[in-house]
T-cell receptor, first 109, second 115 residues
Framework: GQNIDQPTEMTATEGAIVQINCTYQ??????LFWYQQHAGEAPTFLSYNVLDGLEEKGRFSSFLSRSKGYSYLLLKELQMKDSASYLCAVKGGSYIPTFGRGTSLIVHP | DGGITQSPKYLFRKEGQNVTLSCEQNLNHDAMYWYRQDPGQGLRLIYYSQIVNDFQKGDIAEGYSVSREKKESFPLTVTSAQKNPTAFYLC??????????????FGPGTRLTVL
């Protein structure tokens, strides 16, 4: 089976940096995805990691360590519109993504 | 514009009635998926299809049925056997399931409320 763990909720201040962690245990590994989901809307793709290291995309970066079963999403220069749920999803041996419960990020002024 | 459409956005049904949720994509994707999302929960896989006329059960398939008669369409029927059907239902598609890099694209979702 697969197990994906991420914090339920985080709060941060506008302009700050926040790191959202995701740990996983899977049978096989074929990539890790991060999605952003605003309340009542569809998830939208943020980033993808399959090799160890950091992937940077504007204000958002994602890191992966396959040996530790660990990833994080780093959000810089936080804006109010970044308040959303952030979903970690892992493709195991079946190539079908399994999603974590999501981390609700609240950005306050 | 390419994308995934789901209709309707809100759906109300009486307990004991079957209801079918629509999902259409014009991305020419082979793979399609149905997820259920409950408050404070992640996405749980109901069914997925890798090719026309074939589909597989996900983690929570009981009380649901699907069909894949056309590449573009993957409707989900919530049957009266589903004990707790009130939820937010999301449809997704990807180019295929067998490549690591293939990203899922999601429709806007249907919020089903059973009264």
């Amino acid at each position: 089976g697969q197990n994906i763990d991420q914090p339920t909720e985080m709060t941060a201040t506008e302009g700050a940096i926040v790191q959202i962690n995701c740990t996983y245990q899977t049978s096989g590994f074929n990539g890790l995805f991060w999605y952003q989901q605003h309340a009542g809307e569809a998830p939208t793709f943020l980033s993808y990691n399959v090799l160890d290291g950091l992937e940077e995309k504007g204000r958002f970066s994602s890191f992966l360590s396959r040996s530790k079963g660990y990833s994080y999403l780093l959000l810089k220069e936080l804006q109010m519109k970044d308040s959303a749920s952030y979903l970690c999803a892992v493709k195991g041996g079946s190539y079908i993504p399994t999603f974590g419960r999501g981390t609700s990020l609240i950005v306050h002024p | 514009d390419g994308g995934i459409t789901q209709s309707p956005k809100y759906l109300f049904r009486k307990e004991g009635q079957n209801v079918t949720l629509s999902c259409e994509q014009n991305l020419n994707h082979d793979a399609m998926y149905w997820y259920r999302q409950d408050p404070g929960q992640g996405l749980r896989l109901i069914y997925y299809s890798q090719i026309v006329n074939d589909f597989q059960k996900g983690d929570i398939a009981e009380g649901y049925s699907v069909s894949r008669e056309k590449k573009e369409s993957f409707p989900l029927t919530v049957t009266s056997a589903q004990k707790n059907p009130t939820a937010f239902y999301l449809c997704a598609s990807s180019s295929r399931t067998s490549r690591s890099t293939d990203t899922q694209y999601f429709g806007p979702g249907t919020r089903l409320t059973v009264l």
